[in-house]
DNA sequence: AGCATAAATAATAA
DNA sequence: TTATTATTTATGCT
């Protein structure tokens, strides 16, 4: 059967502690809380902390496992697991932090200043085109994307983006319709 | 020609203090910064803080509005004019969350002492459906609200109201907090 | 002055 | 974990 996760056992009070294991769920939920708070303050991505403690620390942490750590979709095992790790990585960021924005990004490996990509203006005609290749199919794949940029002359990844917004836009949009304000 | 910016300003040691209209932009700076990290303690996107703006203070307050005065992207007479506002409604607005999640959501997104809703008349065949859900689920998702007010055939906001209300008659009663957190 | 939407980030599916 | 969707932020435009 499933296995109860941290987010669903840390409101029953007679379990907020794990009796056979120890485990403080109402700690862990504490610090996950805070954990987020901590990270934002710094301003930290979930990607950039698993990248970093994928870097300094042994195994692999994606940026799902930090998510999922701060939603607390996970179990307490695995919780009682990586909050230590959280709790070191984070304190000594902090450390870096205090003496200057530079000292954190290098702590945390990404490059110092990545700058937000220039917004894409498409044109009319542009437009037209990726319109018509939307109607025909709102999911190309990856090679198709690939031809549709090179046609177009516009960065594959930006076409990509384009795609996906697009399917975005039809669903809110189509779910007004459809189901009425929810 | 173009007018400069707070964000482009405040690293120019000699404008810190702004001569002729007193600006500290120093501490706008220092404002913006904190405002960001203590609307993201509280958990809300810049679209909800300008939107509860938008319902409490007079003019509206787009999404870009927020966001560009957090990157200071924004002249410093608008920064001026802004900062107060901003000021009193985070802490009100703290205030609201210390009093409970709950609280807060209330605040962000429900109706101000403004043009406040009408005051909805329940039919008695509607209250005993109301009181039927709540017995089951004192807490429905967002989609049950939905469909509850969707079958009863009132506004999706007066029923997620009316629920808040009928917990909190519960708790001023029974005096034992069922919902424990907050 | 703020809408529309591109880009970035968080959350979820596979 | 990796892919992809969903949500939020940021910005080009007029």
Redesign the pocket.
Known sequence: GDVAKVGQLVNKPQSAISGEEGINLEEIREFAKNFKIRRLSLGL???QVGQALTATEG???????I??F??L?ITPKSAQKLKPVLEKWLAEAEHWNQKGQQNLMEFVGGEPSKK???????TPQAIEVLNSYFEKNA?PTGQEITEIARELNYDRE?VR??F??????L?NTSKINVFQAQ
């Open positions: 991505t979930q990607t195994p692999a942490y994606s940026q799902s496992a998510c999922r701060e939603k979709d937000r990509k220039r917004r894409t203006s498409f999911l930006v983006v384009w996906c917004n697009r399917r975005q836009t669903k």
